[in-house]
Every structure is written in C-alpha cells, then in structure tokens.
C-alpha cells in the first residue's frame, strides 16, 4: 500500500505544479487589460482593446493622446526591454552585470549615442518634439500609477524603471541608426589585411559587390593610392568590439509587386526584416494606431513612437538596411611634443576631453556600487576609439565619425509615415530619415509601388574603404548627397520592385556610397521567384519568405561535389551534393555536408596567410569575401589557394575541397555518427529563443524554447545566419513576416518570433514562435469590424481630471 500512497502523494505534486505553472506563474507577472485607468496627463478617453495574441489595437481621438496611450500600452508590455536597451546604448551594462561590463560601457560612452541623442532633442521642431512627449509621458505615467503592474523582471533584476525624456526614446532611433552603419566593418577588416598582407596582395581580397540589375557593375573597388593609406600601422583588434556593439544591425528582406503582378488585383507589400530575435519576446512591438487621419497596424522599436512597418489606410511598407556608409574612421597622428595633442599637418591641436563616470556593481563597495571615471578623447572629428598605436615615425590613434552627428536637422520624418496619402508622399517622408541607412520598398492604395533609400551619406574626396589618414586639415566630408539623389524608384516596368541589403546603386551613381554590401544570393533567387509566375497570388508570397533556395550553393556545390566524387575517402560526401537540389531545408543531409566543408575550405584558403586570429575576423564578416571567394571557386584559381606553410608544394582548390571535407566529416561524425546519410541540416542549424534574464542553466529551456530545428541559410531569403566561428546556431533571421494586401481592409498577415508581452511567464511572450516556426499563416485586424470581432479584453484609459 506504501507504493499507492507514495504515487498519490506524487500525482498530487505533480497537480500542484501543473496549477503553479499554468495558473498561478502567468498571473504573477501580468497587468491590467480591462475595466479603466484614470491617468493624469491624458486629455480624452481612449480605449485599448486586445486580442487573442495579447495585441493593442488603441483608439484616440486626437494625435496627442494616441502616443500618450501608445507609450503606456509599449510600457505595459515592454518596459523592461525598453529599459535593458536603453542602459546598453548609455553605457550603463555595469549596474546590473558588474565589472565584466566596463569594456563595453567605455566603448557605449565612447560612441556618444546620448549625446546625439540630446543634441536631435534641442533642435527637433516643436510639432515633433510634442508628439515625442506624449510617447514618454504615456511611458511615465505607467511607471508612476501601475506601479503594482511592473514586470517581474525588474525585481528579479533588482532594479527600478529610470523615467522617460524625449532624448531617451531619439536614442533608441541615434542606436539603430549606428547599428545599420556597417561599413565600420570593411575599413577595419580593411586596415587589417594592409597590415597583414600588404598592399597588392589586399587589393586581390577587397569585396565583390555587384548590382546584379546593372550588366555593366563588375563589383571591383579600386584601391587606394598608397599615399592615402595608413601603411606600417600595427592592427588594433580592439577596433573590432565596436563593429560588434550593433545588436539592432538589420539585413532583410522586401519587396512590393504592382496590381498587373497581384492576383488580388491590389498592390501587395512584403517584408521580413532580419534582426536579432533571441531575447524573448522579439524585437518588435505590434499595435494598431487609431485617431482621425489615422489608421495604421503594425510594428515599430519600443521606445520610439509611431509605426516602423507595416500599413495604415493609404500605404504600407517595410525596411531593409542600404548599408550606406554613414561611418568613418580617421588615423590620427598624436604630437610627439605634447602627447595631449594631435597634428593637422604642422598644426597641433588639444584634445578635447568628454569625463563620464561609470557605475558598476560591486558588493563589497559602500551601497553595492563603485564609481569609475573615464576620459573620452576627441579631434575635431569625433572620439579615439583606439589605443596609442606605435607606428614607425610617430603614435597614432583611429577616431570615428558617424554622420547623423553631423547631419541632423529639425525634421526626421519617422511619423510622416503615418499620414502620407500615397507613395509619393511617403518617399517624400522617408527622405527626411537622416538618421538610418535603409532600404524602404512600399505600396500604396493608389495601385502604386516604389522604393526609397534614407540616411544622409557624405560626399567624399577620400576614404571609404579604408581608414581616412589625417594630414592636414582638409575635410574629405565635402557635403551631402542630396535626398533626392538617392536611391529609389516608383511604379518600375517590371511590375515589382525589392531589395535584400544588395547592392542598388548602378555604376553610374555619381558619387561613392558604400563598400559594404550583402551578396547578390538572395536578390537573385527573388529574381527568379518573381519570374516564375506571370501573376503572384498573397500565399506565394507568405511562402516565398520561407524560401530555401541557395543561389550561392548552386554555382559552388557542383564544383565541391565534382572534386570529392573523384576521390575516393570523399566520395560517399561527394554523392549527397551531387544528389542535393541546392535547397537548405532541415530533414536534409546537403546543405549540412555543403557548409560545414565550405566553411572549412574558406578557412584554410585563409588562415595560413592571416594566422587563427585574424582569419576569424575576416570570415566573421561574411559580405566582406563571399563574392570574391565564389568568383574564385568559379574560376578553379587563386593565389590563396595555395598553402604557404607547406614547403615544396602548391596547393590547388581541389586539394582544399579535400582536407575541408576531412575536417567536415570529422566534425559532423564526432556529433551525429558515421553515417552522412543521416545527417540533417536541423539536427545542427537550429534557432533557440532565450529569456532576457535565464539564459544558461538548467531553467534555461522551461522559460526559452531550447533548440528549434530550422531551414535556411544565411544566404537564403529564408534567412537563418549564424556565426562564422559558433556553427550553427541561429543568430539572425526574420524578426517580422509581414504581407500586406492594400485591397484588403479587414486584415494583414503578420507573425514574430516570439509574442507581444515581454513578461516571463506571461500566456503571450511566446505564443506566436509555433506559427512562426512552421509557417502557418495568422492575421493582425485592420477595420474596426475584425478588432470588434476578435477582441478578447478593452480597457479605458481615462483622464484622472475630465473638463
């Protein structure tokens, strides 16, 4: 009987477990949805009304009181998120992490995005300005009067939710923009093989970036005359962290076609931006925005007001990074007279001095904190970033220059979105973002489509590729390309019109844009995507984001399989890429056998002429050689190729193919067997979302999604990059699936990988991952007849003192 009694007693844990998890744990950390707030500040009522994803679709009667309400409903659900970043872009990582944050403060601090940010609050025009303090005041007065419906997270944290300014929320718009600024990769890398390599044999290694619209762009960037170049100049690979200091950098996806291409006979808008989605719930934050004038659904950063992506009754749209070349680094030459100067020419000038002070974490410190100061130094460029770097006839430093600092004006067209009635008035608008790089492709109600480049790039005499050498006092800044020089089109012949962080300018765009481009793989398979049918209809375009062609692989995957098949320690690896259709789905063994060998094989064209360091930071970033490595696949010859360690031998292509694909089975054998055959893509390649505050242990799984098989490459529209150096491991892919039909009032179909609540334990934190991962179509309302329909709670928010 003992053992009936001890299953008794089990059963019964294992039902009060159950209640804890299912009906206790999400209460804990939940907030209020229905009945009504009296919130002072508000000037009407305004209703917030959810449906079953948890999703607020908000009605005002006025502008003011619609970003009121949007501020409080984004802190009802994301303030902790909105908190973790906005302390990561201040520098602020050491109150909660400790010491082990110090680098990445300085560097945060270094940068300056608060100081932008404050700089854009002085200048914004007061009709912007209002609108961007009703955002934080509807932020604050959540912080304020729900101080009992505070997530969980920020006691677990044991911290509490700084108030809001209107500088706060421009510095999560400054952050992005610094994110999407990735040229600051390719000057490193850049500098990097010069210091290496040399001079010509860098010129064999500069990236391929070719527009594959233009017949005539070759790709080929010239290189610099060695005068202008910062020649016998040590590497600082402490350059690299503030490459990597980007977590909101974009890739992605999106392209409208026009009303002739559309089975609906409307104009359809797609995007999938491609972010970092880990951290549970997701970067985006999805609403619906309505008051008079407006009527928009879709996704926009917490912390900035408005609609990011997405469409309101005129338009829609969705952004992809340009990588126009906002950055600069400059190579500075320190006085050898007075070490707190720099030369311009004969000129020395002080330094400028920034002091900041950093509070990190300490328990044995008096209050459990200790202060550090830092001194940020400046040129009249911007701040070092770099150590003293001893070169042969003087110290030098590198500084950065970022443009928005100096490009900023009154107007940053981000809410014009919400009220332009057509294309042309959105292009218009999007002309106005100075702040970010991206490529915006949009539809509107008129039948019309088009695209649209933002961001203000300089001009520039010099630089570009590599770090600018400081001379004298000339300014290779000699101005701005025009907004309306840009980039961008409307209502092109061929019916549709994308882009996928490609390259878009032509080879006869006058004036130097960028040097940092993604490949040409993805544009090329949505070519053929958009070929294939003569008419598209809304679920071939939901799917063509879940596209797993590799355009890459079909040029290279013959020529690997080719030289494997002939030998016979590789043949049987040989026969699965012979055997493949070039497709990176999850049940497969080709695109497993076909990266994992490519990886190896790009390595060892490498590594014996960078050493393991460096090799790692030129294949980290993978636009800066994929091109030019296929190029050379393609012609059977490079002068990589061969191994520069082995005395008396020339290595060919074929012998690489070979002692990568060794390597590659070594690898895949110590994890999943001997036998290829049975082999997956997914056993590997996997995505796994994590809790901001458990993501490591034991606990790790119950609050995150552990590993999710998933298809894709990163050279895939159905994108799923991981690192270079941390196969396979997920670690961008689409943070949003959007399709939009223009004829379709009642609904869009949308999904994120995770859900609208940042709250551990919360019903919607993670409900939306299942749609997401299996591509199953769900539906965000539009006409007030479906959000009336699909509601499932309304709360009022109502003035705390009503005229």
């Not at 007693?9 to 009060?16: D, K, P, Q, T």
């Not at 009667?61 to 009121?68: A, M, P, S, T």
């Not at 410190?365 to 001194?375: E, K, L």
């Not at 997920?730 to 995770?754: F, I, N, Q, W, Y």
Request: charged share 20%; hydrophobic share 40%; with cysteine.
């Amino acid at each position: 009987m003992k053992w009936i009694r001890r299953v008794s007693v089990l059963v019964a844990l294992l039902v009060v477990c159950c209640a804890i998890v299912f009906f206790f744990l999400p209460r804990c950390n939940d907030y209020q949805v229905d009945g009504q707030l009296n919130l002072a500040g508000l000037g009407r009522p305004v209703t917030v009304t959810r449906d079953d994803s948890g999703m607020a679709y908000i009605r005002a009667r006025n502008i003011e009181d619609l970003f009121f309400a949007q501020g409080f409903v984004t802190a009802q659900d994301r303030l902790f998120q909105m908190q973790m970043t906005r302390m990561y872009y201040e520098g602020r990582m050491c109150e909660l992490a400790g010491p082990q944050a110090t680098d990445l403060d300085v560097r945060m601090r270094t940068i300056g995005i608060s100081r932008m940010a404050k700089k854009q609050a002085r200048i914004l025009n007061p009709v912007l300005r209002k609108q961007f303090q009703r955002y934080v005041d509807g932020i604050n007065a959540f912080i304020k009067e729900c101080p009992e419906d505070l997530a969980l997270e920020f006691r677990l944290a044991g911290i509490s939710p700084d108030s809001w300014q209107v500088e706060d929320s421009l510095g999560m718009l400054f952050y992005m923009g610094y994110s999407t600024a990735a040229n600051l990769t390719t000057e490193i890398i850049s500098q990097m093989l010069l210091d290496t390599l040399g001079y010509e044999k860098t010129a064999m290694l500069l990236p391929l970036n070719i527009n594959v619209d233009d017949p005539d762009d070759k790709g080929f960037i010239a290189m610099p005359p060695r005068e202008h170049l910062g020649l016998s100049l040590p590497f600082d690979p402490g350059l690299w962290a503030f490459a990597g200091d980007r977590t909101l950098r974009v890739g992605s996806n999106n392209w409208a076609i026009a009303p002739a291409k559309s089975m609906t006979g409307y104009t359809v808008l797609c995007g999938d931006p491609h972010l970092d989605p880990r951290m549970l719930p997701g970067v985006w934050y999805p609403a619906g925005l309505i008051c008079p004038g407006i009527r928009a659904v879709g996704v926009q950063i917490p912390g900035i007001p408005g609609m990011g992506v997405g469409r309101t009754e005129h338009i829609a749209l969705s952004a992809t990074n340009n990588y126009g070349d906002m950055v600069d680094l400059y190579i500075e030459t320190v006085d050898p007279e007075n070490p707190d100067h720099y030369l311009q020419g004969s000129t020395s000038i002080a330094f400028g001095h920034i002091k900041e002070q950093l509070k990190i974490k300490d328990k044995s410190a008096p209050g459990g904190f200790r202060t550090q100061d830092i001194d940020i130094r400046t040129t009249s460029r911007g701040p070092v970033v770099s150590k003293i770097l001893k070169g042969l006839d003087s110290s030098r430093v590198f500084t950065l220059r970022f443009a928005p600092v100096e490009s900023m004006t009154p107007d940053i067209g981000l809410l014009g979105v919400l009220t332009a009635k057509n294309a042309q008035d959105l292009s218009l608008a999007i002309q106005d973002m100075a702040v970010a790089c991206f490529n915006w492709v949009f539809a509107d109600s008129s039948g019309n489509i088009g695209h649209q480049a933002s961001g203000r790039i300089p001009v520039r005499s010099t630089g570009g590729t590599f770090p600018v050498v400081v001379k004298d006092g000339t300014d290779n800044w000699q101005g701005w390309i025009a907004p309306d020089q840009m980039p961008g089109q409307i209502n092109p012949e061929k019916n549709w019109v994308g882009t996928c962080n490609n390259k878009t300018v032509d080879s006869g765009f006058p004036y130097y844009y960028s040097s940092y481009f993604a490949p040409s793989f993805r544009y090329e398979r949505l070519k053929e995507l958009m070929a294939e049918k003569a008419e598209q209809t809304l679920l071939d375009m939901w799917q063509y984001q879940r596209d797993t062609g590799n355009a890459m692989a079909r040029r290279i995957a013959p020529v690997m399989a080719q030289t494997l098949l002939e030998d016979p320690t590789t043949k049987d690896l040989g026969q699965i890429l012979a055997d493949w259709d070039f497709k990176d789905d999850p049940d497969k063994a080709g695109p497993l056998v076909f990266q994992t060998i490519y990886r190896h094989f790009a390595k060892a064209v490498f590594e014996d002429d960078l050493g393991p360091q460096k090799v790692m930071i030129l294949l980290n970033s993978w636009y800066y050689w994929q091109e030019r490595l296929l190029e050379s696949v393609v012609a059977g010859r490079s002068p990589f190729f061969d191994d520069i360690r082995t005395a008396g031998k020339t290595e060919t292509m074929a012998d690489l193919f070979v002692r990568a694909a060794h390597a590659a089975r070594k690898q895949l054998s110590a994890t999943l067997g001997d036998d290829p055959a049975k082999w997956r893509w997914g056993d590997l390649h996997t995505l796994e979302l994590v809790n901001p505050l458990v993501r490591k242990g034991r606990l790790k799984n119950l609050v995150g999604t552990g590993p999710m098989p998933m298809g894709g490459s990163g050279e895939t529209l159905y994108r799923g990059w991981y690192d270079f150096d941390a196969p396979y491991a997920v670690t961008h892919c689409a943070s949003l699936r959007l399709v939009v039909d223009m004829g379709d009032d009642e609904k869009l179909m949308a999904v994120l990988p995770g859900g609208v609540a940042g709250r551990t334990f919360h019903p919607h934190q993670k409900d939306m991952i299942a749609d997401f991962m299996d591509g199953s179509v769900r539906y965000w309302w539009f006409s007030d007849d479906a959000i009336k329909t699909h509601a499932k709670s309304t709360l009022t928010l109502a003035p705390a003192n009503p005229n």
